[in-house]
């Protein structure tokens, strides 16, 4: 398995003959490079999609066209843009589960928000989530944007991941102190790979803080297009 960060809260997560994308923000990531473009989208087989923010949504259209795969994510989203877009969308809702091809993805609740501009202010098109992602013997938990919630322990008791690819940039997110206390309260994570930082001075710039609280975890401070093998 090879997870690979596009920057921000992107990803390319090649498993079990699948290579997913997770909310792959090309145009305007400050992260990834126009010429890092196509070795990021190569191959692809799924978009996975967790909410709408921009600089989570804004490419997804355009790459399920170009590269004529489906669009995974909420079901409200999904059906509008396979209705208004003519895109292949799989939709489902927050505790149901898809197969892609070896991959068992499940949709999980967020808290944070969804939307995007309209003509006359934000339109909310259903609703934050996060993923759980099994394949290859591991069980990935993908975030999405979020806030620590008791949920979490809900989602380590059916689901038991062993991976987690956590927002902890703060402002928009938990931040790396949230973070850590999910970790430790919430589940028994083997690998820990923070992510939604850095992007911007905004955001927090170091993980260290999320390392220091996490000893005997694999907190792995990811390289943006360089794979992390597990």
């Given at each position: 398995m090879n997870i690979t960060w596009?920057?921000?809260?992107?990803?390319?997560?090649?498993?079990?003959?699948?290579?997913?994308?997770?909310d792959p923000w090309l145009t305007g990531n400050p992260m990834l490079t126009e010429d890092r473009h196509g070795a990021a989208t190569e191959g692809a087989?799924?978009?996975?999609?967790?909410h709408a923010h921009g600089d989570h949504a804004s490419d997804v259209l355009s790459l399920a066209k170009k590269l004529g795969i489906p669009l995974v994510g909420q079901?409200?989203?999904?059906?509008?843009w396979a209705d208004s877009e003519g895109i292949e969308t799989i939709g489902f809702n927050k505790g149901g589960t898809v197969a892609l091809g070896e991959v068992k993805v499940t949709l999980v609740h967020a808290v944070h928000s969804s939307s995007f501009s309209g003509g006359k202010g934000p339109w909310v098109p259903g609703s934050e989530c996060g993923f759980m992602i099994a394949g290859e013997g591991h069980t990935i938990y993908v975030s999405g944007d979020t806030d620590v919630m008791a949920d979490m322990g809900v989602f380590n008791d059916l689901h038991a991941p062993d991976i987690g690819i956590l927002c902890a940039g703060g402002h928009f997110t938990m931040d790396m102190r949230r973070a850590a206390y999910?970790?430790?309260?919430?589940?028994?994570?083997?690998?820990?790979?923070?992510?939604?930082?850095?992007?911007?001075?905004?955001?927090?710039?170091?993980?260290?803080?999320?390392?220091?609280?996490?000893?005997?975890?694999?907190?792995?401070?990811?390289?943006?297009?360089?794979?992390?093998?597990?």
């Open positions: 596009l920057g921000h809260g992107s990803f390319r997560i090649e498993i079990a003959g699948e290579v997913l994308l997770i087989t799924h978009l996975l999609l967790t079901f409200d989203l999904m059906s509008y999910a970790c430790k309260t919430f589940f028994d994570f083997k690998t820990v790979i923070p992510c939604h930082y850095r992007t911007f001075p905004l955001l927090e710039q170091s993980a260290e803080e999320l390392v220091k609280a996490l000893p005997g975890v694999d907190v792995i401070e990811p390289e943006v297009m360089t794979p992390i093998t597990i």
